[in-house]
């Protein structure tokens, strides 16, 4: 069976439709937030005092901001389809899975096998402490 999944990034701002992911770092915390063409314009404009008056640290040498953006914008594309066909499986296949945050390490792992091997281990089988019922009819 074939299976086309969809991506579409949301303005975080507003839940309207986003074109780029705009990556910038505050107080050595990196950031990353979905924005539409106006709001990624807006937002560079507010920088712009900022960075005009700002130096720029050692060793941060970028891509140019057109060709950035682009990788930038696919790696995330990317990384948010597999995260989605991992979450899609994971609920198929009965593991607890979160709609957003971070995916457990052993359910990404299982994922990982599947995909290479086939068929993934049922998760509630790996529990010694789950119930186990049997039909009395």
Do not use: C
Not at 4 to 28: K, P, Q
Not at 66 to 90: F, G, L
Request: glycine share 4%.
């Amino acid at each position: 069976m074939a299976r086309i999944e969809h991506i579409t990034l949301v303005d975080d701002l507003d839940g309207s439709s986003a074109d780029e992911t705009v990556e910038f770092i505050a107080d050595n915390v990196a950031y990353e937030i979905d924005l539409s063409r106006a709001h990624a314009a807006a937002f560079r404009e507010a920088l712009a005092p900022y960075v005009a008056a700002a130096r720029r640290a050692p060793g941060t040498a970028r891509q140019p901001r057109r060709d950035r953006t682009t990788a930038v914008t696919t790696m995330t594309s990317e990384r948010r389809q597999r995260n989605s066909a991992i979450r899609s499986w994971a609920r198929e296949k009965g593991y607890p899975i979160a709609v957003r945050g971070r995916i457990p390490t052993e359910v990404a792992d299982a994922y990982a096998k599947a995909v290479e091997s086939g068929p993934a281990p049922d998760p509630r089988a790996s529990t010694p402490s789950a119930p186990h019922f049997q039909d009395a009819g």
